[in-house]
């Protein structure tokens, strides 16, 4: 089957630190090749792939600092004329851009499907449900039931997946500290990380990119309570200290403050062992099986207050739950099946 990958251009395929949709991506884009398929993955140019690359931009947006937000939509645009142009080329589109692409999907000679990797929004609801027609992907029963269930045309729902031996940790390693990995911002609740390290009196270590959209909420709700060496931020990191960090957590915090989509940080501390202390929002319950993979609370007192059930909790069974729901395997037999049934209808 020749399938196009249209990703975004701010990060890179796979990203050097943060991008959870862009490491989803490139795993996908790969497994597919490495299935026989003919695949073309539009990218920005500094992308790592065996598939074809096609780039409108030799780095990615905000990688390049030289290029100005304001100017990020004229690179997607021309990332969609490119897609135009070679349209006849391929049986199927993969749309991770979002309602960037709609209007292009609905008028080329080829199929479509776009995978919703971000919750819709107020401002861009009108876009999606002027294109409810366009095939959908759901990555979490979730965000289905969450955003537009009845308008938007789900034409299944696929968990993201990862290459769960690749986050396999070697040998026993010492578990001494809590651990927050993903943005830093309100919605992903690193503020209240840092209150539930302290009411439990652990070190936690703060690792994840800070947007300029979110400066003023690291300024004021985070940055003012780090206190070495009980709460350090480390910055964004690579996958290897990132392998590194989950070896050495008790758990992973995830007490998010919104509906999350799905939460890639969760499968991949599952898959190096690493319980979950997370709030029930969203995708959470699906993802984390609370008492046997984590704990899955409603409130941070509730957390707190539960911490000494992770003693119970089977490193063994958190690598389990990851194999059997949130490969890379599964992820990419379902997207292939998926393909094959739209070019189909």
Known sequence: MRIAQLAPLSESVPPKQYGGT?????????????????VTLFASGDSVTSANLV???????????????????????????ELQYMQNEFDIVHNHMGFEAFA??????CKSVSTNHNPIKSYCAPLYLSYADLPFV??????????????LNYAATIYNG???????????????YLLFVGRVCQDKGTHAAIEIARRLKLPLVIAGKVDQADRYYFDECVKPYLRVP???YIGEVNFERKMELYAGAKALLYPICFDEPFGLVLTEALAAGTPVMALSRGSVPEVITDGETGIVANSVDELVA??????????????????S?????????????????????
Not at 26 to 33: A, D, H, R, Y
Not at 55 to 81: E, G, H, K, N
Not at 104 to 109: E, N
Not at 307 to 321: M, N, V
């Open 55 to 81: 780039s409108v931009v030799p780095s990615s947006l905000r990688q390049d600092t030289s290029v100005p937000v304001r100017r990020w939509p004229a690179y997607a645009l021309r990332q969609l004329l």
């Open 104 to 109: 292009l999907l609905k008028q080329i000679a």
């Open 306 to 323: 539960r911490f000494s059930e992770l003693q119970s909790i089977q490193s063994e069974a958190c690598r389990r739950r990851a194999r």
């Open 138 to 151: 759901a990555i979490s029963d979730s965000y289905r039931r969450l955003n537009f269930p009845e308008q």
């Open 230 to 232: 009980d709460s350090v």
């Open 325 to 345: 729901n949130f490969s890379k395997e599964r992820m990419i037999e379902a997207y292939s099946d998926l393909y094959e049934a739209i070019c189909a209808n």
């Open 162 to 176: 990862i290459d769960v031996e690749k986050h396999q940790v070697n040998g026993v390693r010492e578990r001494h």
């Open 22 to 38: 862009e490491l989803v991506l490139s795993v996908l884009t790969e497994g597919l090749v490495a299935a026989g398929h003919d």
